[in-house]
Each structure stands twice: as structure tokens, then as C-alpha cells.
């Protein structure tokens, strides 16, 4: 049984670790979400996002996990008659791949092994080859710990194929890692607030362009919850579309009025030391799973070369320390385990986990 007074720290890749202070916001007392009261903060939050992510477009705040953004990205934005390329280099960049299949879109993948990036050149020569309308990318890949060269893709793409829509993953990337959405010319981009952002799960963000806006009017059949342009009328009034989650949306509020006064050049650097500290522990001891220069800045995943017992040990440091990271994901258990840098975890914390680690494995 969990002991609701002293929960678990969690340095799985999420939900992170929650701090008090953000856990109390989800208390306050609730609005009624067609007040202008509501309105107030939700504008407030959505401008705040707005800065956050470098965007003078759209920000939406949908009461879904972000994999309903997987569905509302194809649906809005490819038309049945439509070729996706799929780019997929881990567990969810390949379930991406099954949801646009299961939208009934044209699909076509790019794959590679698990742990290796996917390359400009690879999409280059991909897209070259047939008529893409949009492209799937994950810009880190949480089952890998892997942060593909979104920047250099997209410098890629606007030169060679501007008229290709670009659907970024930004799952376990946004806020810990830099995101410039206008400038990277992306369309749609999204990641739910139980990572970076470091809320309980409940809420996704999604940046969303007004082009996209402009490809879904020529798309039919979008379906109802997930539609982009009736989210879009919804926000002219700084509303949603649907009844919001508004205990998250309060401390969603919070979260950003810190990272604002923080400064995202700050966060993004808070998070790459960590990562630095993590990465130089799991070469001494382990290794990493991917390529360094590849590795993310969120999340490492640590390549077991020692063979040790990943689930004994994780379960040994969590009834000692009350504390828990996490294993590897689907075919890498085992082989890999992975813990959590991003959110509102800091440098002591991931010393003592660390520490805790080390006193288990020798």
C-alpha cells in the first residue's frame, strides 16, 4: 500500500517528481469553466506557454494524455488521400506510426535501431523519393533516451521541402530542452505536463501553426474532441472546446509564472547540467545506451553492462529510500534502465538516487 503521507520520489521518465508547492494549486477551489474567471487564467496561462515556447501562434491546452495529440495531428492536418512519412526510432515514435495507420492515413516509415538518431540526410533522401503531406518526428525518444537533431532537420526541411507538414513529438523535450516553434517552422508540437513540466498527469500542450489551422479546413471527417479549428474558435474566448482540467490548468498557471521569471536560457542549462552529471556517473559505472552526442538532456538511459538485476534493484532502492526509477522500456528491459533529470528534480537529488545506485551494484 502507498503511504499517501511519504509518496515515492519518482525519477522515472514520468510522471517526475512533483513538488508540494505545485501539488497544492491542483487544491484550490474550482471555477466554472465558462466564467470570465476562468477565462482570465486560461489567457494568462496560454501567453505565458506562448513565451515558453517561442510561438506568436496557437497554444492549446487539451485534458488528454499527449498521445491524443498523435490522433489530432493526422486527423486535422493529413487527408485520407494523403502519404505520412513516419519516422520511427523508438517505442513511441513507432506507436506514432500504428496511430496514423489507425487513422486511416497512408502511411510510409523510416526506420532505425532503437538508440540511433534519425538523421537529416535519412529523411532527405526519404522525402526525395515521393509527395509527402506531413512528416512524424519524435524530438525525444523516452524509451531510448535519445534526443534526435531536430534543429538540423528542420533547417533541412524549410530549404527542401517547405511545403511538407512537420508533427514534432516534444513529449519528454518541451521546456527541458530548447524549442523555438516558429523559427524551427514546425506545425504541430506537443508534450504532456507529467515530464519537464513537472505537474501530475492530465493536461498536453500543443503548439500548433496557423498553416495547420489552414490544412484542416480541407480536411473532413476530424472528429469531434480533438478538432482543430473548434479548439481554435474555443480560444478566441481563452477557453477549451470541451470541460478542462482545471486543477491541473491552476497549477500548469504556476509552473509557468516560475519558468518565466526563471528564463528558458536557465532552465535549458539547469537541465543540461544534470544530464552532464547523470551521463558522466553512467559512463564511469555503466555506460550509455546511445550515441553521446545524441543523449538527452531529460532522461538517460543506461546501457547495463554490468548485468545487474535492473527490477531487484530498483525495488531494493525503493523500499530502503522510498525512491524509484526506471527500468528500460518494452525489448530494452533489462538491458537498459533510465532515470529522470527534468521538472523541478535537482543536482542533490540525483546524488543520493545515485549514491543509492551505486551502494546496490558496487
Known amino acids: 500500500m502507498v503511504d499517501w503521507k511519504n509518496p515515492p520520489r519518482l525519477f522515472i521518465p514520468g510522471p517526475v517528481l512533483v513538488k508540494d508547492d505545485v501539488l497544492q494549486q491542483l487544491a484550490r477551489p474550482t471555477l466554472g469553466h465558462r466564467g470570465k474567471e476562468y477565462a482570465q487564467i486560461h489567457g494568462e496561462t496560454v501567453d505565458m506557454l506562448k513565451k515558453l515556447l517561442f510561438t506568436e501562434q496557437n497554444v492549446f491546452i487539451s485534458t488528454s494524455s499527449a498521445s491524443g495529440i498523435w490522433e ?29 495507420k489507425s487513422c486511416g492515413r497512408e502511411v510510409e516509415e523510416l526506420k532505425v535501431e532503437w538508440g540511433t538518431a534519425t538523421t537529416p540526410e535519412l529523411i532527405d533522401e526519404k522525402l526525395a523519393s515521393g509527395n509527402y503531406a506531413a ?14 537533431p531536430v534543429c538540423d532537420i528542420s ?74 479549428l473548434a479548439w481554435a474558435k474555443s480560444a478566441e474566448k481563452n477557453q477549451t472546446l470541451v470541460t478542462p482540467n482545471i486543477p491541473h490548468i491552476m497549477a500548469l498557471n504556476y ?6 521569471k526563471e528564463g528558458m536560457e536557465n532552465v535549458w542549462k539547469r537541465h543540461k547540467e544534470m544530464a552532464d552529471f547523470v551521463r558522466a556517473w553512467a559512463k564511469e559505472k555503466f555506460d550509455l545506451f546511445c550515441e553521446e552526442k545524441y543523449a538527452s538532456n531529460t532522461l538517460t538511459a543506461v546501457k547495463n553492462t554490468k548485468g545487474i538485476n535492473v527490477a ?18 518494452g525489448k530494452l528491459k533489462e538491458q537498459t534502465f533510465r532515470i529522470a533529470h527534468m521538472g523541478d ?10 549514491a543509492w545506485i551505486d551502494e546496490e551494484t558496487g
Open 72 to 100: 489530432a495531428a493526422i486527423r486535422n492536418c493529413v487527408a485520407p488521400d494523403e502519404t505520412v512519412l513516419c519516422t520511427m526510432c523508438g517505442a513511441f515514435s513507432d506507436k506514432w506510426s500504428s496511430v496514423a
Open 312 to 329: 531487484k534493484t530498483i525495488k531494493a532502492v525503493q523500499e530502503k529510500h522510498n525512491t524509484v526509477f526506471g527500468n528500460g522500456y
Open 135 to 148: 512528416i512524424t518526428l519524435v524530438y525525444n525518444e523516452t524509451s531510448t533516451g535519445l534526443t534526435n
Open 155 to 228: 533547417k533541412m526541411m524549410k530549404e527542401k521541402y517547405p511545403d511538407v507538414l512537420v508533427f514534432v513529438d516534444a513529449v519528454s523535450a518541451m521546456i527541458g530542452l530548447p524549442m523555438h516553434f516558429d523559427e524551427l517552422g514546425w506545425d504541430v508540437a506537443f508534450a504532456s505536463v507529467q515530464k519537464a513540466f513537472a505537474i501530475p498527469p492530465g493536461l498536453t500542450v500543443a503548439a500548433v501553426s496557423n498553416r495547420a489551422l489552414e490544412k484542416a479546413k480541407t480536411v473532413p471527417d476530424r472528429g469531434y474532441y480533438f478538432d482543430f
Open 255 to 260: 509552473q509557468c509564472h516560475k519558468l518565466v
Open 345 to 354: 528534480i535537482n543536482l542533490d537529488d540525483l546524488a543520493e538516487l545515485l
